[in-house]
């Protein structure tokens, strides 16, 4: 665990978050042309050069931003880094706020739910995007669900709708699209309290807004000063350094894609 | 007297409002909704106009300073709006009343009610729709351009009191989410989305005087905002009353605009009661 993974970027449009993250990490992390490591821009076939850099000897990838690919290139990425030992991050928006995985289970430990209400809102360039990070989001935080329906897509906005396996809790899943930068307003509300998690822009390193409100008042979760860059390089180097496998995201968004893939409503 | 207040159940109102007008009173204030069929309310609107009586419709958003100054500042982009959320998280109502006022009695709580059943939900959502979003229906009609061609997508009345209600209008997309619930969170907001940013609308909740709403604006480069008024809208709905048959004041809402808003109403009412009926998958 003492020594630094080596890093790499993968293409020039990480290389300057790279690059910051491995300087202000300089005891994890170091940056190496021969990288264990590997930092992937998701924006493209992001499956396709991740397997290229295990097929190169990478033992851990990073792919910042994925966009939603078909299944089966996730499935073959999953299996390949299964058998090869590599463990696969997705640095998504939203879902890897450091605060996030502070809050223990007040997103999961819940009374009743009337509503889980997820709002996305922001500017963003591809129309799937915003439900797939939504999804991520929720699958990671709150659960596997099921029944993922949309009642309207288009470049203003989506309006889609599930409900939580577990206990099968309605799910509102909205983007309003606006000139603003993404941001998500996550409120679990039942009955008798109500957990409200507000993630903005999580490149800086600013902590969210997480509230619980119950009958006696209002408990505010302590702040995090951390970016979620920074977050997800400290977690891959301590997946590579101690040769742990882990693809957890990789099957969170393989749900999230399935989910999409199944969608019912006129928008698919 | 010159005004009545008629705040009696909704099917009371045009019989009510009816006599006011012909017993020659000035003004009248209608808790929304203004009526319960359209024949009803164009029979009000109808002798109002023929009798010039002065009609408010008990809407007390519309009113509300706060919401005033946001039309004033920020009209253009709110009309511009390609997304608009109202987002209501309130307490029971009875927590704000007795600040309020006195309550001499109230009756027990109402039984659960079973929304297995599609009729229990279909009513429970119009309640809902027709009790609360009413407050901000008018207000999304005013920035909503084509609003006669509401469509709601889908709907959930939510237990024990509240909805989703997904809807479009051309190509502006409008929810509405609202729950009451034990806790203390205390929210009620309508949000505009378009291309430079959002603007969001703060109201105060119902029945306490707590001032106006505050608005905010936040675009990519900063953000603006407008302090809360003292005066709520239900303080506004009377000065205005007062400043129309006094000063002679341009009503905020004329009578068309009354009848507009309830056929919005309405509209959303029995849009959503439909859907709701249905399984929400």
């Known amino acids: 665990m003492s020594d630094a993974t080596s890093v790499r970027a993968g293409s020039a449009h990480v290389a300057p978050m790279l ?3 491995a300087a202000s990490l300089p005891i994890s992390l170091r940056t190496a042309s021969d990288a264990a490591a590997v930092a992937i821009d998701g924006g493209g076939d992001w499956v396709a050069e991740a397997l290229a850099a295990i097929s190169e000897g990478a033992r851990g990838v990073a792919v910042h931003h994925p966009c939603a690919l078909p299944g089966d290139a996730m499935e073959q990425l999953r299996d390949t880094a299964h058998a090869r030992g590599v463990s696969v991050m997705l640095r998504a928006s939203w879902e890897q706020h450091p605060s996030l ?5 007040a997103l999961t430990a819940r009374d009743e739910v009337n509503l889980i209400d997820c709002l996305a809102s922001g500017n963003r360039a591809q129309p799937w995007s915003p439900l797939f990070d939504q999804l991520l989001f929720v699958l990671r935080h709150i659960g596997p669900i099921a029944h993922l329906t949309c009642d309207y897509m288009a470049a203003n906005g989506h309006i889609a709708r599930a409900e939580t396996v577990a206990d099968r809790a309605p799910i509102a899943l909205t983007w309003a699209a606006d000139g603003g930068l993404p ?5 679990v509300v039942s009955r008798a309290s109500m957990v409200q998690v507000l993630v903005e822009e999580d490149e800086r390193w600013l902590p969210l807004r997480a509230v619980r409100f119950d009958e006696r008042g209002e408990h505010g979760f302590a702040p995090e ?39 019912r409503g006129p928008a698919r | ?14 019989e009510q409002a009816l006599a006011a007008i012909a017993a020659g009173k000035r003004g009248i204030l209608i808790e929304k909704p203004l009526a319960v069929t359209r024949e009803e309310a164009d029979a009000i609107a109808d002798a109002a106009r023929e009798a010039g009586t002065a009609i408010i419709v008990g809407a007390m958003h519309v009113f509300d300073p706060g919401w005033r100054a946001a039309l004033e500042h920020h009209a253009e982009k709110m009309r511009g709006a390609s997304f608009i959320r109202q987002t209501v998280a309130l307490p029971p109502n009875p927590v704000f009343e007795d600040r309020a006022t006195e309550i001499a009695s ?14 229990v939900r279909a009513a429970a959502i119009r309640g809902g729709i027709l009790g609360l979003a009413i407050h901000d229906l008018p207000l999304v009609r005013q920035l909503v351009a084509d609003w006669a061609e509401i469509e709601v997508l889908s709907a959930r009345a939510l237990a024990p009191f509240g909805y989703v209600l997904n809807m479009r209008a051309g190509s502006q997309l409008i929810q509405m989410v609202a729950s009451f619930h034990r806790h203390c969170a205390v929210a009620w907001s309508l949000e505009c989305h378009e291309q430079d940013g959002v603007t969001t609308v703060n109201f105060t909740p119902s029945y306490v005087h707590a001032g106006s709403a505050d608005v905010a604006w936040a675009g990519p480069d900063g953000s603006t905002t407008i302090r809360s008024r003292r005066s709520n809208g239900y303080e506004a709905e009377w000065e205005h009353i007062y400043a129309m048959l006094v000063n002679n004041a341009v009503p905020i809402q004329s ?15 029995d849009g959503a009661a439909r859907e709701a009926a249905k399984d929400w998958f």
Do not use: C
């Open chain 1, 19 to 21: 690059a910051a993250v």
């Open chain 1, 101 to 105: 995985f502070s809050l223990g289970d």
């Open chain 1, 183 to 187: 941001k998500l307003d996550l409120r």
């Open chain 1, 225 to 263: 000063w951390e970016s979620a860059d920074r977050a997800i390089w400290r977690r891959l180097h301590k997946a590579v350094a101690s040769g742990e496998t882990n693809l957890d995201d990789l099957e969170h968004a393989l749900h999230a894609r399935r989910a999409i893939d199944a969608m």
């Open chain 2, 1 to 14: 007297m010159d005004v009545v207040a008629i705040s009696s159940p909704s099917q009371f109102h045009a």
């Open chain 2, 106 to 119: 109230r009756g027990g709580p109402p039984p659960p009610r079973d929304y297995s059943q599609p009729d």
């Open chain 2, 255 to 269: 009578i068309d605009d009354a009848l507009d808003d309830f056929s919005f109403a309405m509209q959303v009412a």
